[in-house]
């Protein structure tokens, strides 16, 4: 898992089966100390987090696991919104 | 699996259901002379006893943590499974 900044939204209407009900954010990969790290992406927000938002994320294949139906084509979904980090 | 230094706590209120009652922490990688490798990342503790500060060992394949917490279906991919005492890597020649 790492961290996150929620960015922003992305709107698609056509979809792959099995990833209709899935809401996309753009997120910006950030450290511990909420710098950002490595490129923006793309995830599969679980949790209905808004922009602004620090959260947390799984990637690879476990991101999958995190949606419902969980056999989808997803490698980044935002697991939790995340109060603090306390490091 | 690899060596890891725990940086600190994340707190988080709204989250998936199976994090319940799980401690997420933030870990640097480290190598063989504890030294930072890589970007830090979150893992969850499976020893409950990991603070910060402490030196960890991490194991981050999925379909091995699933098997650890039995649960086919966990979305966790970063397990603490240990709490490190001392590390010995002799010098090589």
Not at chain 1, 7 to 28: D, M, N, P, W, Y
Not at chain 2, 51 to 62: A, F, Q
Request: proline share 6%; glycine share 8%; charged share 20%.
């Amino acid at each position: 898992m790492y961290l996150g900044r929620v960015i922003g939204t992305v709107v698609a209407t056509r979809r792959v089966s099995g990833l209709e009900s899935a809401s996309f954010k753009v997120v910006q990969p950030v450290d511990h100390q909420q710098k950002p790290s490595g490129p923006v992406e793309v995830a599969v927000d679980r949790v209905s987090a808004s922009p602004g938002t620090l959260v947390m994320l799984e990637g690879s294949r476990e991101a999958a696991l995190a949606c419902d139906p969980w056999f989808v084509p997803v490698d980044a979904a935002i697991v939790g919104l995340v109060d603090e980090v306390d490091t | 699996m690899n060596l890891c230094r725990v940086l600190g706590t994340v707190v988080a209120t709204e989250k998936l259901p199976v994090f319940d009652g799980r401690k997420i922490l933030v870990v640097q990688p480290l190598d063989e002379k504890q030294q930072p490798l890589g970007k830090s990342f979150l893992a969850i503790d499976h020893s409950s006893c990991a603070g910060k500060g402490d030196l960890v060992l991490v194991m981050n394949e999925g379909s091995g943590v699933r098997q650890v917490l039995q649960d086919k279906t966990a979305p966790i991919r970063s397990l603490i499974v240990g709490v490190v005492d001392a590390v010995d890597v002799p010098k090589t020649a």
